[in-house]
């Protein structure tokens, strides 16, 4: 039993309120339009089409995340979607763009899944722009506005789960990897992790593909990145020794018969070791390895993921800057909106994925000692400021660098030149060569001219009144940017701060029994909304998030906690690193269930500092979310999320 009765911050997140924003994006058809009972080929290779990259070899960076997920995955959706086949690096994706920003030096992964969501905000670069891995190394970072522009516009839509652990995911799956669930005649590819394919194991003489490598079961850590890039119904490997292969007996003593059992049937992948591996660097990967439970090894989250590309996108407004510096791990940069243009502080703020404290202590390129090394010329797409803008009517746009005042002293940098381009031409800022040593916070500004930036809107003046006893339908239409367009909602919870004393509860701690997922599965006595839907169970992790399904669990190589938290669906008390992969273990976790509220504590040690913190959530019927949290002393307290998230990256309040 548990006794808290701690002066805490109180954040409070009421009733939700929707906003419509407008987007010129072709909606994805959906696994809901699938014909399952459509005959698909019994073989399926999308890794011999045109639009596919050689294979890559990691030889000796810790990036397989970034060459399944980016170098293979990225470079075939996006090649797919323009119908540009792969004749040289203008076609290829650079693995280490994104790997770059997130991992330094260390000999560590970086999620893939980060580097999606890099790509969605700012754009993937060509190797063609960015060089070759091998030779530009792990700490570079690429500097010249027009290489980030070009980069801007190689952006991804969607980024697609499915869920692998059953027949109807499989053939979801299957469908995909044929036609892309809308009729193509190319398929898509996706990207999951697991443990690396050591084992020499391959096909026996009765199967298709004799001598082929296989890897029959997932036996360890989820921690190598690999791509899927097809399937063969009829390939098979005798698990269970009996001399067979079988699809309806259960050969793995679990007491049921399902996808866990086949021994027929597996995916065409391929690995990051280049084509000296395997059979021209793929192999066969049973269908039954994602289906053996979560207390079995197995996939992350027994899931693959696919990416969708942005169609055509041109970004509508951009940053153009160039910054010294001699640590840039010290520095964050962020951009503002004011529409008052006399404001000498933004109204808005935005946050970006990359230039974030990251990249470790060196120069801004990364070329330690080489001339000029400490200057760095980039962009960033400000093209969601414009959601803020007034037609017709002068904005300011700010550029924002936070700087890390160490006690050393050390960091020593300044603001060269900020200007702000648009379709209507560049608009300079007069603040120049602006000195960054010894202050916690830098801005520049320039006002800018919002005429003739096409940038999309809704047209509609109006819309019909709501009446909760009728079912509500308007049609939306759009004007201006690139049609075709769709609509999506964006969720805003009410939300309020104080300082409150947490009323005394006893509390009871719960188990962790799944060593694997670190969840505990909470029934509650009322229906609880959140995000459009209800729920009568939860999932609550002892580190520090409640969660809405039972796959919520942290996946590999977490670099960046904000970013894993806008992917997921939770309720975050205080999230920190703790929740990498490799976790360490002894963090608790507590509730006290009643007919009208539920509440929730944890004591979660920080898996970056060390530091021990205890948040307490509460939620009700109503749908109300209060987050109690102490103040925060530890050496990264920036590092410690609390608040809500959809889990689609759009919708979230950290």
Known sequence: ????????????????????????????????????????????????????????????????????????????????????????????????????????????????????????????????????????????????YEKYYRAMQNRIDKIIPFPVNTEEGLHSLRQWLYDHHDG????????????????????????PYAGYRVMPMIVSTPSHGMTIVGYHDSVCYDLNGDGRFTLNEDINLDGRIDLGDWEKGGFIVVNSYGPEFGNNGRFFLMYSAFAQGQMQWGAQNECVWAVIPKVNYTPLMTARFTITHNLRDRIRLKAGISLDTARI??????????????????????????????????????TPLLSRVKENTP???????????????????????????????????????????????????????ADMIPFPRIANTSLPLYHSSVPYQAQLQGQDGTPPYTFSLKTDYQYYSDTASLPVETLTQLTVTNARTRLVSVDLPFAFPFYGKTYNRLYVSDN??????????????IRDAKAYLKSRLCIAGAYSMSGIYYRPEGDEVYADIREDQASFSWKVTSGITGDVVEPFVKIF????????RQAFEGAFPDKVFYGISEGDGLNFQM
């Open 184 to 207: 193509s005649q190319w398929g898509g590819v996706a990207v999951f992790s697991a443990h690396a394919p050591y084992s020499n194991e391959f096909l026996p003489p009765e199967s």
């Open 345 to 382: 502080y933004p109204e808005s703020i935005h946050d970006f994925q990359i230039f974030q404290n990251q990249g470790n202590g060196h120069v801004m390129t990364g070329l330690d000692g080489e001339p000029g090394s400490e200057t760095l010329e980039a962009g960033l797409d400000l």
């Open 621 to 628: 019927p109503s749908g109300r979310i209060e987050i109690y």
């Open 1 to 144: 039993m548990i006794h808290f009765n701690s002066r805490r911050i109180l954040i409070v997140l009421n009733i939700v309120v929707f906003t419509l924003l407008i987007t010129a994006i072709k909606p994805l058809k959906g696994q809901h339009n699938l014909s399952f009972g459509k005959n698909l080929p019994t073989e399926v290779d999308n890794s011999l089409s045109p639009w596919f990259p050689p294979v890559y070899s990691q030889k000796w960076f810790p990036n397989c995340q970034q060459a399944s997920g980016v170098y293979h995955a990225f470079t075939y959706a996006i090649n797919r979607m323009r119908g540009d086949t792969v004749k040289g690096d203008e076609q290829i994706m650079a693995t280490n763009f994104t790997y770059n920003f997130y991992d330094g030096e260390s000999q560590d992964g970086v999620s893939f899944l980060h580097s999606y969501e890099l790509i969605r905000e700012n754009g993937q670069p060509s190797r063609a722009d960015f060089g070759d891995d091998h030779v530009v190394g792990g700490l570079y970072w690429m500097s010249g």
């Open 395 to 449: 904005f300011k746009v700010f550029l924002i660098v936070d700087q890390k005042l160490l006690p050393d002293g050390a960091a020593k940098g300044q603001l060269n030149r900020f200007s702000v381009i648009t379709g209507k031409g560049e608009f300079i800022s007069g603040d120049e060569d602006l000195s960054l040593d010894g202050r916690a916070q830098t801005l520049a500004s320039v006002v800018v001219s």
């Open 544 to 557: 520090g998030t409640i969660n809405f399904d039972s796959l919520s669990y942290p996946y590999a190589y």
